[in-house]
């Protein structure tokens, strides 16, 4: 398994960074403003981020829009979520997590997601892999400069 990490400290603190999640998947408008690739996201069962809640998101990534499913796993509030990918981008793509960890007067929030295939695909999809590296990138940069300029 190969996991992507991308961590970035935001000037604000983890109930800030933890809320405007929740604000940028429960709103079109805001989901569309944390990426100029993101296109579509609404809640599909129940809450957000409660555990068994299931979102519904369309995002371009390496030029392919792509059309995904996530079930929440865990949800520590002001702290971190879990989610699982479901069928089919889960054979390629099985989960992910948003972390915040408190740092003085900042917040360090970290993006991961993992991938199966290990070698074989760090080998052959490297492209793809890396597109997806910087999209997750531009998200945390995005997500910081929404929240340390309260726009999200």
């Known amino acids: 398994m190969v996991t992507l990490k991308d961590s970035i400290e935001i000037r604000t603190t983890p109930e800030k960074v933890f809320?405007?999640?929740i604000k940028a998947f429960s709103s079109e408008d805001d989901y569309k403003k944390w990426h100029k690739d993101h296109v579509k996201c609404n809640w599909i069962k129940g809450q957000p981020f409660?555990?068994?809640s299931i979102l519904y998101c369309e995002e371009y990534l390496h030029h392919d829009l792509h059309k995904?499913?996530?079930?929440?796993?865990?949800?520590?509030?002001?702290n971190n979520i879990e989610f699982?990918?479901?069928?089919?981008?889960?054979?390629?793509?099985?989960?992910?997590?948003?972390?915040?960890?408190?740092?003085e007067e900042r917040s360090i929030f970290t993006a991961?997601?993992?991938?199966?295939?290990?070698?074989?695909?760090q080998k052959?999809?490297?492209n793809r892999i890396e597109m997806v590296a910087n999209h997750m990138r531009e998200e945390g940069e995005?997500?910081?400069?929404?929240l340390e300029n309260e726009s999200l």
């Open 50 to 52: 409660e555990v068994g």
């Open 142 to 146: 995005n997500l910081k400069k929404l």
């Open 19 to 21: 809320n405007g999640l």
């Open 84 to 103: 699982k990918v479901l069928f089919p981008m889960s054979l390629i793509c099985p989960k992910g997590s948003f972390i915040i960890e408190p740092e």
């Open 124 to 126: 052959f999809a490297k």
């Open 112 to 121: 991961t997601l993992s991938f199966r295939f290990g070698w074989f695909f």
């Open 68 to 78: 995904m499913k996530f079930q929440s796993t865990k949800k520590e509030p002001y």
